[in-house]
């Protein structure tokens, strides 16, 4: 069946990066509908695209005339890509290496929180409420492939056992995947961005912290946690901000180490405070509820 092939890399960056309203966004409905012809039927293409542009102004019809204009001119397996959103930048070894010489540390990080978390309890219940106020539709997982969407009274409890959390709010209980099925954490039920996640796969946490302390002059950081593994996990505020000012602050992220992978909004992350399967707490560090007002 079509709907169960895999989508080519180029085609998933293409969709993980659409461009907001008035910077390209009808041309780029067109340019993507192009190369999903082969993979999907026009009523998932139609999922696809309207799940890419959660939260962006989309004119009635808009996408169901691009799916249909692109038709005569879709895109065969065997030709040459479509050009392809810009690829992430490599490590910028030079300023990373002044930023990690001339910066703070994890320590720094803590003192700098203007909330202190001292005491030995779980606190991840109080965090979720200062992050996602209200009764929000909320992605907790167990693992990758144990979740659930859930209102967050219905989380209430249990989110400190949990290590997993979509740093969003999410539009619905269940959304399709890229594969067409339904599932509860997809791209298409997830909301439009509230934070931004930055985590490294390499480096110390000291170093970590570094770069996270350099990021929060250019951007609100509400959060930092470390993941009960190896690194840390820096929560940028973002609500209310365009696709292309974020790309351009995780490009710079991506050029000092981080890792892109948390550029796709419905990624999961580690939960605040949470308890990873290990056992492990993923324990909070650095905590400004008042840039999420």
């Given at each position: 069946m079509?709907?169960?092939?895999?989508?080519?890399?180029f085609?998933?960056?293409?969709?993980?990066?659409?461009?907001?309203?008035?910077?390209?966004?009808?041309?780029w409905f067109?340019?993507?509908?192009?190369?999903?012809?082969?993979?999907?039927?026009?009523e998932?293409?139609?999922?696809?695209?309207?799940?890419?542009?959660?939260?962006?102004?989309?004119?009635p019809?808009?996408?169901v005339?691009?799916?249909e204009?692109?038709?005569?001119?879709?895109w065969?397996?065997?030709?040459?890509?479509?050009?392809?959103?810009?690829?992430?930048?490599s490590?910028?070894?030079?300023?990373?290496?002044?930023?990690?010489?001339?910066?703070?540390?994890?320590?720094?990080?803590?003192?700098?929180?203007?909330?202190?978390?001292?005491?030995?309890?779980?606190?991840?219940e109080?965090?979720?409420?200062?992050?996602?106020?209200?009764?929000?539709?909320?992605?907790?997982?167990?693992?990758?492939s144990?979740?659930?969407?859930r209102?967050?009274?219905?989380?209430?409890?249990?989110l400190?056992?949990?290590?997993?959390?979509?740093?969003?709010?999410?539009?619905?209980?269940?959304?399709?995947?890229?594969?067409?099925?339904?599932?509860?954490?997809?791209?298409?039920n997830?909301g439009?961005?509230?934070?931004?996640?930055?985590e490294?796969?390499?480096?110390t946490?000291?170093?970590?912290?570094?770069?996270l302390?350099?990021?929060a002059?250019r951007?609100p950081?509400?959060?930092?946690?470390?993941?009960?593994?190896?690194?840390?996990?820096g929560?940028?505020?973002?609500?209310?901000?365009s696709?292309?000012?974020?790309?351009?602050?995780?490009?710079?992220a991506?050029?000092?180490?981080?890792d892109?992978?948390?550029?796709?909004?419905?990624q999961f992350?580690?939960m605040?405070?949470?308890?990873?399967?290990?056992?492990?707490?993923?324990?909070?560090?650095f905590?400004n509820?008042?840039?999420?007002?």
């Open positions: 079509i709907a169960t092939k895999e989508l080519p890399q085609v998933r960056d293409l969709l993980s990066s659409p461009p907001a309203r008035g910077e390209g966004l009808n041309n067109y340019r993507v509908a192009r190369v999903l012809h082969p993979y999907r039927s026009d998932e293409i139609n999922l696809l695209l309207q799940a890419a542009t959660a939260g962006e102004r989309v004119k019809g808009e996408i005339r691009a799916v204009h692109s038709r005569a001119t879709a065969r397996p065997g030709q040459v890509a479509v050009e392809t959103v810009a690829k992430w930048p490590v910028n070894q030079e300023q990373r290496a002044a930023i990690l010489r001339d910066g703070g540390g994890l320590v720094d990080l803590w003192e700098w929180s203007p909330v202190r978390l001292n005491d030995n309890e779980a606190h991840s109080e965090i979720i409420d200062r992050l996602f106020p209200g009764n929000p539709l909320l992605c907790v997982g167990k693992s990758n144990e979740f659930a969407t209102a967050r009274k219905q989380w209430r409890g249990r400190n056992g949990l290590p997993l959390i979509v740093p969003s709010p999410m539009l619905a209980r269940a959304g399709a995947t890229q594969e067409g099925k339904q599932s509860e954490h997809a791209l298409q997830t439009p961005r509230k934070f931004l996640v930055i490294f796969d390499h480096g946490a000291d170093e970590h912290a570094a770069v302390l350099h990021l002059e951007g950081l509400a959060l930092a946690l470390h993941s009960g593994g190896k690194s840390l996990h929560w940028f505020h973002c609500a209310g901000q696709e292309e000012k974020l790309r351009r602050f995780m490009c710079f991506v050029s000092l180490g981080a892109r992978a948390t550029w796709t909004r419905s992350v580690r605040p405070d949470g308890t990873r399967a290990n056992g492990n707490r993923q324990t909070v560090y905590f509820p008042e840039v999420v007002q």
